[in-house]
């Protein structure tokens, strides 16, 4: 049975590796089904929209965080919205699984230290697709 998917990364906070989230969300989807396909389109918008834009952004994502079966996160470009996804998902019981270009980033102890939570620094992109076959059971 394919897996439901949230794919979490930085959206305002920055889109440098927007790229790299449209990479892994193409992968996953050749198995599973990602649920945030949009992370990875490089024209979304990083402003910020009326109250009640964000109040709709808010409910359907944790809708979709709740309807989920895993969380998986690149973390490397670090984002307010992503911390509350991943403590979100901890919350209701959700596999939460982060990724991080360790020549790029220093991640936060929040996440490093939370023993619920499974991180891989990568330095080289290709080392994440194996990476994701053996959580999504693929492998």
């Known amino acids: 049975m394919k897996k439901k998917v949230y794919f979490a990364g930085s959206i305002r906070g920055g889109r440098e590796d927007a790229a790299v989230y449209k990479r892994m969300i193409d992968y996953i989807n050749k198995t599973d089904i990602v649920l945030t396909e949009h992370i990875g389109l490089g024209n979304l918008s990083v402003k910020t929209r009326t109250k009640a834009d964000d109040v709709h952004i808010y409910e359907r994502d944790t809708e979709w965080i709740r309807a989920s ?24 019981n959700i596999p939460v699984h982060i990724f991080y270009d360790k020549s790029k980033a220093n991640v936060s102890a929040m996440l490093n230290g939370n023993t619920r939570f499974k991180l891989y620094p990568y330095e080289r992109e290709a080392e994440i697709y194996p990476v994701l076959d053996n959580i999504l059971g693929n492998k």
């Open 69 to 92: 079966d895993v969380l998986i996160a690149e973390c490397t470009n670090p984002s307010h919205g992503v911390g509350y996804e991943l403590a979100y998902a901890e919350a209701r």
